[in-house]
């Protein structure tokens, strides 16, 4: 998500400032194994599970999890990358493009979709996304893994698999990646 | 990003920046192409009107397809069959539309700068040029630039390799708009344009043109070329009467069998359509892999969804922003 605000948020070209780290690399590393258990626990066997990373936060954990699913389990879990820009219900409000294209090479239809996203905020990201796997195949079943749950929800969303609960305010924001995670503000040049 | 200008009038209207947003934006409608059901709400309640005054198939149709498959509503105006016949002008007609509630008009007219004209006299419609005389048909140049750069790989890789690139525009060059639009294309993303055509072909001045050279010999032209990108003989813009008969501009100016034995082996053709089989091309030539005109045609439904999204789908720089 904080590559999705600092190409999209006003003023353009403004800087995300970290303030404090709320978890380190291995935090994240850690975060990304427990969650595959949990995963493989839910989903017993992982037949039919696959992993769905939302562009462009979303996609690094996403094969970080199946990296650790096929280690601890041993299964080699389908992974999918899915862009929401048209789906989104702000399109005509704020600047909206799509990040990267969607590759989705496999039918969903039957299937136990793990939708992977770095930051659940508001939950209107994970709503276009519902919107948008409907045009891959009729999943079995949809689940919601994220690294930072950071509240302030507007939709009826929540997620079955979470890193870490963050609160925050709402003029925070959240940085993830594999170095850890950071809060802090988004700074004008 | 909110660089894009608010209409499309010109080729010339956008940069090495735009151009390549456009072209990553229409990667993500070529997905969206490829899925059985090649639809999304993106402009759900915009509606998007085009203004043919001159025929059209593949541009119309186009269009009118790319509006559909982002579900906005599409309204097709007739000219024959319109007011104008009963004596409204044109801009008494463009203020109805407007009045209509219309957001966009998609406009083709025979005379250079009718685009340009309709975009002063409206309030919040944005104005598509899908050809104007012998002005600018910039949705044609943009949609020649995606087929070239996914021929040379795709994404950035593609886009790297245009730089340099040997492009060779043949044909009616004096009467064309696609010529003019292409020329600013090609250019804009680092490419060479050479002009191939007889001199009753050729614009009365080249003066401010970005070309690297002009030529009669075609011949001379072809071995060296990566692109070969051919133009009608437009007899309805009387081109007919430049050259002496079609059999000798063909002689000189066709990409026949024999020509196109000469080309590079990775040497691409274009053609932006109707092709006149056996004028600029011969019918085995158009039908090589290395001609990628129903490519064009494909890949114009993704450019002009990407254009669409871009001009109707974007919101104020400063817009309330949630995640």
């Known amino acids: 998500m904080a590559e999705r605000e600092r190409s999209h948020t006003r003023p353009r070209g403004a800087v995300f400032v970290p303030r404090a780290q709320v978890m380190s690399a291995e935090d994240v590393h850690r975060a990304t194994t427990r969650m595959a258990h949990e995963i493989a626990e839910r989903n017993r066997g992982l037949q039919h599970v696959v992993l769905i990373g939302l562009q462009t936060g979303g996609v690094g954990i996403a094969r970080r999890l199946a990296e650790a699913l096929a280690e601890a389990e041993g299964a080699t879990i389908p992974v999918g990358t899915l862009d929401v820009a048209f789906y989104r219900d702000d399109i005509g409000l704020r600047p909206v493009l799509p990040e990267a294209v969607t590759d989705i090479s496999f039918d969903l239809t039957g299937t136990t979709v793990v939708l992977v996203d770095d930051v659940l905020y508001t939950g209107r990201t994970i709503r276009a996304a519902l919107n948008a796997l409907g045009e891959y195949g009729r999943a079995q079943v949809v689940e919601l893994a994220v690294m930072v749950d950071r509240g302030h929800r507007e939709l009826p969303i929540r997620p079955d698999y979470v890193g870490k609960n963050l609160p925050t305010s709402r003029d925070e924001m959240v940085d993830v990646s594999d170095e850890g995670v950071s809060l802090g503000e988004l700074v004008s040049r | ?323």
């Open chain 2, 1 to 323: 990003m909110s660089t894009f200008p608010t209409h499309l009038l010109s080729m010339e209207d956008l940069g090495p920046g735009e151009i390549t947003e456009v072209l990553r934006v229409a990667d993500s409608f070529v997905e969206v192409g490829r899925r059985a059901n090649p639809k999304v709400p993106a402009l759900r309640g915009r509606t998007v009107a085009t203004l043919f005054f001159e025929d059209s198939t593949r541009t119309r149709m186009s269009f009118e397809t790319a509006a559909k498959r982002m579900s906005a509503d599409v309204l097709s105006f007739a000219s024959g069959s319109s007011s104008l016949k009963k004596g409204e002008s044109l801009r008494d007609t463009v203020e109805t539309i407007e009045a209509i509630g219309i957001d966009s008009v998609i406009i083709r007219h025979s005379s250079s700068g009718v685009p340009t004209r309709v975009a002063e006299w409206v309030d919040h419609c944005v104005v598509i040029n899908a050809g104007d005389g012998w002005h600018q048909h910039p949705t044609q140049a943009l949609l020649d630039l995606y087929t070239v750069r996914q021929a040379l790989g795709g994404g950035d890789e593609g886009l790297a390799r245009m730089e340099g690139l040997r492009v060779a525009i043949v044909g009616d060059i004096r009467h064309s708009r696609v010529a003019r639009s292409q020329i600013a294309a090609y250019t804009a993303m680092g490419a060479e344009v050479t002009l191939v055509a007889p001199s009753t072909l050729l614009p009365p001045s080249l003066e401010g043109w970005p070309v690297a050279s002009v030529t009669h010999d075609l011949d001379a032209v072809l071995p060296k070329a990566d692109v070969v990108s051919l133009l009608r003989v437009q007899s309805e813009r009387g081109s007919g009467a430049f050259v002496p008969t079609l059999r000798e501009y063909t002689a000189g100016y066709g990409l026949t069998a024999r020509r196109a034995a000469v080309l590079q082996p990775d040497a691409l053709i274009l053609h932006p359509g109707p092709i006149v089989r056996g004028v600029e091309i011969a019918s085995d030539v158009a039908e090589l892999p290395a001609a990628l005109i129903t490519d064009q045609v494909s890949n114009g439904v993704a450019i002009r969804m990407a254009v669409l999204f871009l001009l109707l789908g974007q919101g104020p720089a400063d817009g309330a922003h949630r995640d």
